[in-house]
């Protein structure tokens, strides 16, 4: 996590969801081809090697596990969606 941002913080509504999507945004790009950004609205286009390396990456952002059970389209086909389930992993809320 950044300094100064905790887990609580991100839990919370409204800024700590654009923090939380700005984040996961600059891992997708560390990782997508031709480092693009994912559209909000569509799926990305992460090979599978490449989506690993994000999942990884979002639990050392973020400080949480991801369940490998969780490893679907409700939580990870859009930005959206994967912002929703990083929240609710901060929260303590089941995915």
């Known amino acids: 996590m950044t300094p100064g941002t905790t887990a609580a913080k991100l839990a ?3 800024a700590a969801e654009q923090e939380v999507h700005a984040r ?4 997708y ?6 480092g693009r950004s994912p559209r ?5 286009e992460l090979d599978s090697l490449a989506f690993l390396e994000f999942i ?6 973020f400080g949480i596990a991801i369940d490998t ?7 990870f086909a859009t930005t959206a969606a994967a912002t929703a389930y990083v929240r609710r992993k901060l ?3 089941a995915p």
């Open 40 to 44: 909000d609205a569509e799926r990305g």
């Open 12 to 14: 919370q509504p409204a």
């Open 69 to 75: 059970r969780d490893l679907d389209d409700d939580n």
């Open 24 to 27: 996961l945004v600059r891992l």
């Open 91 to 93: 929260a303590g809320g």
């Open 29 to 34: 790009r560390s990782v997508a081809p031709g």
């Open 56 to 61: 990884e990456l979002i639990e050392l952002e």
